[in-house]
């Protein structure tokens, strides 16, 4: 049964930085795109970041390019998302989802990901 689950998420004033791990079960993640997303209170879910089947395609929302980076230990079958220079409007809950069969490519559409874990609560705040 295909599962993820989500950790590392918390309290952290603005400019600090926070892991998040994604840990996969029930396929490896040479069988399927990761992608992170995040939904703030009274707002859509949204992507924020993926990683190909492949692990050499990566892809990010403007609003986090250059502070967040997406990786992956395979042997751990578990995929990160490292976040610095955070910033209060970084708040929501993040969640990993799968894609799978998606070896070459990802993108960060939510509706092309069929496999979601419960969510991390991530909090910016002074």
């Known amino acids: 049964q295909l599962q993820l689950v989500e950790s590392g998420g918390g309290l952290v004033q603005p400019g600090g930085s926070l892991r998040l791990s994604c840990a996969a079960s029930g396929f490896t993640l040479d069988e399927a795109a990761i992608g992170w997303f995040r939904q703030a209170p009274g707002k859509e879910r949204e992507g924020v970041s993926c990683?190909?089947?492949?692990?050499?395609?990566?892809n990010y929302a403007d609003s986090v390019k250059g502070r967040f980076t997406i990786s992956r230990d395979n042997a751990k079958n578990t995929v990160y998302l490292q976040m610095n220079s955070l910033k209060n409007e970084d708040t929501a809950i993040y969640y990993c989802?799968?894609?799978?069969?998606?070896?070459?490519?990802?993108?960060?559409?939510?509706?092309?990901?069929?496999?979601w874990g419960q969510g991390t609560q991530v909090t910016v705040s002074s």
């Open positions: 990683i190909s089947g492949s692990g050499r395609s990566t």
């Open positions: 989802a799968a894609r799978l069969y998606s070896y070459l490519g990802c993108g960060i559409r939510v509706t092309s990901y069929t496999d």
